[in-house]
């Protein structure tokens, strides 16, 4: 009797770190997954600002 009790209790410890393990895993890859697209959209924004000060037409011909 005292081994299955031992049994269940492990069983369910390690169904709970498991669940503990994939949710935490879960939002990692959240908080990863937000930061990745949080610096494309500021390296976006940083791009196209560039391109619009060194390739605008006005700007090249008031340098002329």
Same mark, same amino acid.
């Given at each position: 009797?005292?081994?299955?009790? *031992? =049994?269940? !209790? *492990? *069983? !369910?410890?390690? +169904?709970?770190?498991?669940?503990?393990? /994939?949710? @935490?895993?879960? !939002?990692?890859?959240?908080?990863?997954?937000?930061? =990745? %697209? @949080? =610096?494309?959209?500021? =390296? #976006?924004?940083?791009? +196209?600002?560039? #391109?619009? %000060?060194? #390739? +605008?037409?006005? /700007?090249?011909? @008031? #340098?002329?």
């Amino acid at each position: 009797m005292h081994s299955i009790r *031992t =049994a269940i !209790l *492990t *069983t !369910l410890a390690f +169904s709970l770190l498991l669940q503990v393990a /994939y949710f @935490g895993s879960v !939002l990692f890859l959240v908080w990863r997954s937000s930061c =990745a %697209r @949080g =610096a494309g959209q500021r =390296a #976006e924004h940083f791009g +196209s600002s560039q #391109e619009d %000060r060194h #390739e +605008s037409p006005d /700007y090249n011909e @008031g #340098e002329e």
